[in-house]
């Protein structure tokens, strides 16, 4: 089956008896789609679409291209690597001078850089407005033929994955060219301890909340 993205326009095509947890995807999901985010998150106002890939269902959150507002930071790359980066480092007593002077003077130049040059320009997948996102059992999804799909529905934007994980990422047969912006907050909030680090678990293998930047996909 091929994936498909659905939108408020046509969100009423879904088979969603066809969906693993249709009925509660459903109900969560569908109120975001027709309203926004900001119709129940008063940090947020994204619109939501749906990715259908085989049985499973995922949220795309379309990133605010505008990227002028602090957004929080599950939905905003502005927020999630300059503003959050900036309010802990100049709200702790444990960062030097220098730290500090960067998040309060370069950081905000750094923000706008960033912002010139689209870097909220982007569609989150698997963005259920959480902190972490679960995945289900990727191993029947053919993620080359669903990024297809999302380059050729958002050809002007990157495609992000939140929550990624390497059990996911083991499924996924192919190499991706992409870029890790966990670098930056990993470097400045180093003192914060083994949370900031990508664990091993065991079972789990990996778990991880950064965000891939999906560029060039290669065979």
């Given at each position: 089956m091929?994936?498909?993205?659905?939108?408020k326009?046509?969100?009423?095509?879904?088979?969603w008896?066809q969906?693993?947890?249709?009925?509660?995807?459903?109900?969560?999901l569908?109120?975001?789609?027709h309203?926004?985010?900001?119709?129940?998150v008063s940090?947020s106002?994204?619109?939501?679409?749906l990715?259908?890939?085989?049985?499973?269902?995922?949220?795309?959150?379309?990133?605010?291209?505008?990227g002028?507002?602090?957004?929080?930071?599950v939905v905003s790359?502005?927020?999630?690597?300059?503003?959050y980066?900036?309010d802990e480092?100049?709200?702790?007593?444990?960062?030097?001078?220098?730290?500090?002077?960067?998040?309060r003077?370069?950081?905000?130049?750094?923000?706008?850089?960033?912002?010139?040059?689209?870097m909220?320009?982007?569609?989150?997948?698997?963005?259920?407005?959480?902190?972490?996102?679960?995945?289900?059992?990727?191993?029947?999804?053919?993620?080359?033929?669903v990024l297809?799909?999302?380059?050729?529905t958002?050809?002007d934007?990157?495609?992000?994955?939140r929550?990624?994980?390497?059990?996911v990422?083991?499924?996924?047969?192919y190499r991706?060219?992409?870029f890790?912006?966990?670098?930056?907050k990993r470097?400045?909030l180093?003192?914060?301890?083994?949370?900031?680090r990508?664990?091993?678990?065991?079972?789990n293998?990996?778990?991880?909340?950064?965000?891939?930047?999906?560029?060039?996909?290669?065979?």
């Amino acid at each position: 089956m091929r994936s498909q993205v659905f939108h408020k326009g046509n969100i009423h095509d879904v088979d969603w008896k066809q969906i693993t947890q249709g009925t509660q995807i459903r109900e969560y999901l569908e109120p975001l789609i027709h309203k926004g985010s900001a119709a129940y998150v008063s940090n947020s106002n994204h619109e939501v679409q749906l990715l259908i890939a085989g049985e499973h269902a995922f949220p795309l959150l379309i990133g605010d291209a505008n990227g002028g507002k602090k957004y929080s930071y599950v939905v905003s790359n502005l927020c999630q690597y300059f503003d959050y980066v900036s309010d802990e480092i100049l709200r702790g007593n444990t960062y030097g001078r220098f730290t500090r002077f960067v998040a309060r003077y370069l950081m905000p130049l750094a923000r706008a850089l960033a912002m010139g040059n689209g870097m909220e320009q982007t569609v989150f997948v698997n963005n259920w407005l959480f902190s972490s996102n679960l995945y289900p059992n990727c191993s029947n999804i053919d993620w080359k033929e669903v990024l297809n799909t999302l380059q050729t529905t958002f050809p002007d934007r990157a495609i992000m994955f939140r929550s990624i994980n390497w059990k996911v990422w083991d499924v996924m047969p192919y190499r991706l060219d992409f870029f890790i912006t966990w670098t930056l907050k990993r470097l400045i909030l180093k003192k914060r301890g083994p949370t900031s680090r990508i664990k091993k678990d065991g079972k789990n293998r990996a778990t991880t909340d950064i965000a891939v930047f999906v560029g060039l996909m290669k065979a």
